[in-house]
């Protein structure tokens, strides 16, 4: 059983920056790969990024590629999301999420998400 509580979100201007965390509680928590995953109101939930269970390779949506970086702490149960040049097409609720297995792109290959932090850019 692994819980996860995201914070870090909030208002910032197109073009800054904000750093999402997720906390995780569950002692198996470094065995699983991690993921962000973002929705928007009206919208679907969509990929954002992906971390494996040694943090050794990552994964990103094309529309956040050179922008945003996944990274983790397994010693502090911690993954991060930094996020640099804003856009307002940014502006959804993030989530945290932990990968039970296949692809990592789709939702349903997750099993345990947090509440999710707002993340609003205005432009």
């Known amino acids: 059983q692994v819980q996860l509580v995201e914070s870090g979100g909030g208002l910032v201007q197109a073009g800054g920056s904000l750093r999402l965390s997720c906390a995780a509680s569950?002692?198996?928590?470094?065995?699983?790969?991690m993921g962000w995953f973002r929705q928007a109101p009206g919208k679907e939930r969509e990929f954002v990024a992906a971390?494996?269970?040694?943090?050794?390779?990552?994964y990103y949506a094309d529309f956040v590629k050179g922008r945003f970086t996944i990274s983790r702490d397994n010693a502090k149960n911690t993954v991060y999301l930094q996020m640099n040049s804003l856009k307002p097409e940014d502006t959804a609720v993030y989530y945290c999420?932990?990968?039970?297995?296949?692809?990592?792109?789709?939702?349903?290959?997750?099993?345990?998400w947090g509440q999710g932090t707002q993340v609003t850019v205005s432009s």
């Open positions: 971390i494996t269970w040694r943090g050794g390779n990552t």
């Open positions: 569950g002692r198996t928590f470094s065995s699983y790969a």
């Open positions: 999420t932990a990968h039970r297995g296949g692809s990592l792109y789709i939702p349903r290959n997750y099993n345990y």
